[in-house]
């Protein structure tokens, strides 16, 4: 197969369109910031996946969770409070930092500091493992339909430099890679109020604040729009299940 190169940014072009689509290549201001994305995505890939593998004990994770987590984030990480995020399916790799960016103060939250500020790097490691052994059920919640994917998450705006939010969190919100959390059936109020803290700051512990440098570019109008489409997309119950 011949493979093409885009003249100006030298990009490949089957790379270009998985990445973005062909009208990156219509004028030279445009491809550059193309070619901006295009390499923070390559780097940011292989970063997130290369993620520290975690060992641990799932059992014991389970029993942890049992006693000192799952009364406010559900039975098996599938959370009934709407200001309560589900842990359900969520990569180790993301719980371990989070747990431990708590413990550290990296992300502030007064509640969640009182619950690991005792756990030990291994506990949490447990912990982590068990959660993200545990499925995705694939529940919408009530009232929902699939919702168009917001032109943010495939697109992103170049003229804002938002790179679309779908090279990181995946398609379909699911991702895999390690250092990326799934944002799919995540429950709405949760993603808007972690987007508004990215936001004002009060959230910060994102690595290199790049999240924070995208999120700080979106209106109150965006981010309700990107919420409800994630937690559209189902995968968890974003509803207390009967
Ligand atoms: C009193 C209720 C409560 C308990 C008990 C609790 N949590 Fe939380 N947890 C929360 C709330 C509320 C948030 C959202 C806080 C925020 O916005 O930073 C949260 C956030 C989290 C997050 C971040 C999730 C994400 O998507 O970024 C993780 C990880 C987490 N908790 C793990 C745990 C673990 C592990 C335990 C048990 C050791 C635990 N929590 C116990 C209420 C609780
Ligand atoms: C360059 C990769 C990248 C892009 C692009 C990206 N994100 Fe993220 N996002 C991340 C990473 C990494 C984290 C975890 C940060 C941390 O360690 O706390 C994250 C965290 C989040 C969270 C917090 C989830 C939780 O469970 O607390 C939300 C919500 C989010 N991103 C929404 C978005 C939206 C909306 C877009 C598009 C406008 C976007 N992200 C674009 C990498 C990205």
């Not at 943010?152 to 003229?159: P, S």
């Not at 995946?170 to 944002?183: E, R, Y």
């Amino acid at each position: 197969m011949v493979v093409k190169f885009c003249s100006i940014c030298a990009i490949s072009r089957p790379v270009l369109k998985i990445i973005v689509s062909d009208k990156c290549m219509k004028t030279r201001e445009r491809c550059s910031r193309v070619a901006f994305f295009s390499l923070l995505f390559l780097l940011v890939s292989n970063q997130l996946q290369a993620g520290e593998s975690i060992e641990g004990d799932i059992e014991n994770g389970r029993t942890l969770a049992d006693g000192k987590c799952d009364r406010c984030h559900g039975v098996g990480g599938v959370s009934d409070d709407p200001d309560t995020p589900h842990l359900a399916g969520q990569s180790a790799a993301y719980l371990l930092k989070q747990m431990r960016d708590y413990k550290s103060r990296a992300r502030e939250d007064r509640n969640m500091y009182k619950r690991v500020r005792k756990l030990d790097d291994r506990q949490m490691a447990d912990i982590a493992l068990w959660y993200e052994s545990q499925p995705l059920p694939e529940v919408r919640p009530p009232g929902e339909q699939e919702l168009k994917a917001p032109q943010l998450v495939t697109m992103g705006d170049t003229d804002r430099s938002i790179p679309p939010c779908a090279i990181c969190h995946g398609d379909d919100g699911k991702t895999t890679a390690n250092a990326v959390p799934v944002l799919a059936g995540q429950h709405v109020d949760y993603l808007v109020s972690t987007m508004e803290y990215f936001r004002d700051g009060t959230r910060n512990n994102d690595p290199g604040g790049a999240v924070q440098a995208m999120i700080k570019k979106l209106s109150d109008v965006e981010i309700e729009a990107l919420a409800r489409y994630y937690a559209a997309l189902g995968g968890r119950s974003a509803e207390p299940s009967e």
